[in-house]
């Protein structure tokens, strides 16, 4: 014969049983919400990184495309200079022989550079604020060297990394919020940029 204590303790025990398998579901919902978020943040850097490699080649082909075309002009002026000081000899003109020289003559500032093109990390921090900047047509364009453009950026709070330190750095990014370590949106630190600028610096001394 069941008593109604015997039907107290029977609910009892259900709703026990109930509320831990709440919990337990609870917790079940909570860890696949932390997976997913984490898979989306992944997804998301996945993106990022495509679209800059993207923007990347576009921008050193059109470097390519600029340094051929300056090369090109180099060469034709060369020519004519050339054409200016044989005319210039021969018919004993001045202005022709000063031509020659002129066109001889290097530019003032040196040669403009052509091909450094770098990811840019503002201070937004990843994935909002990451661009690509052509550091050479920046430079062309302030009549300045690259070694002052990329300063002036960095005083900005910008961090600029080579293709390979970007693709390194979302690597490591990515493998952090897998593990639960780190999150987006996410700023580098400073140390980041120490490592970059070096690796900078000895690019322009290799390409000077």
Request: hydrophobic share 35%; glycine share 10%.
């Given at each position: 014969?069941?008593?109604?204590?015997?039907?107290l303790?029977?609910?009892?025990?259900?709703?026990?049983?109930?509320?831990?398998?709440?919990?337990?579901?609870?917790?079940?919902?909570?860890?696949?919400?932390?997976?997913?978020?984490?898979?989306?943040?992944?997804?998301?850097?996945?993106?990022?990184?495509?679209?800059?490699?993207?923007?990347?080649?576009?921008?050193?082909?059109?470097?390519?495309?600029?340094?051929?075309?300056?090369?090109?002009?180099?060469?034709?002026?060369?020519?004519?200079?050339?054409?200016?000081?044989?005319?210039?000899?021969?018919?004993?003109?001045?202005?022709?022989r000063?031509?020659?020289?002129?066109?001889?003559?290097?530019?003032?500032?040196?040669?403009?550079?052509?091909?450094?093109?770098?990811?840019?990390?503002?201070?937004?921090?990843?994935?909002?604020?990451?661009?690509?900047?052509?550091?050479?047509?920046?430079?062309?364009?302030?009549?300045?060297?690259?070694?002052?453009?990329?300063?002036?950026?960095?005083?900005?709070?910008?961090?600029?990394?080579?293709?390979?330190?970007?693709?390194?750095?979302?690597?490591?990014?990515?493998?952090?919020?897998?593990?639960?370590?780190?999150?987006?949106?996410?700023?580098?630190?400073?140390?980041?940029?120490?490592q970059?600028s070096?690796?900078?610096?000895?690019?322009?001394?290799?390409?000077?």
């Open positions: 014969m069941i008593t109604g204590n015997d039907s303790k029977d609910l009892q025990f259900r709703a026990g049983k109930l509320a831990s398998a709440t919990e337990s579901l609870a917790a079940l919902f909570e860890e696949e919400g932390i997976r997913l978020k984490r898979g989306d943040q992944v997804a998301r850097l996945k993106s990022l990184h495509a679209t800059v490699m993207r923007h990347m080649e576009e921008a050193k082909r059109e470097e390519r495309i600029a340094g051929y075309r300056y090369s090109e002009g180099k060469s034709e002026r060369s020519i004519a200079g050339s054409v200016a000081g044989i005319v210039g000899e021969i018919f004993n003109r001045d202005w022709l000063n031509m020659s020289q002129t066109l001889a003559e290097p530019p003032a500032n040196g040669e403009p550079p052509f091909g450094t093109v770098l990811v840019r990390i503002g201070p937004g921090g990843v994935p909002e604020d990451v661009h690509v900047v052509s550091v050479s047509r920046l430079a062309r364009e302030s009549n300045r060297k690259e070694s002052e453009v990329i300063e002036e950026i960095q005083k900005a709070k910008n961090q600029l990394l080579t293709e390979d330190d970007f693709t390194g750095f979302m690597a490591r990014l990515t493998e952090k919020i897998l593990e639960g370590r780190l999150g987006l949106p996410f700023k580098p630190r400073p140390s980041l940029q120490i970059a070096q690796r900078l610096r000895l690019g322009q001394q290799n390409k000077g």
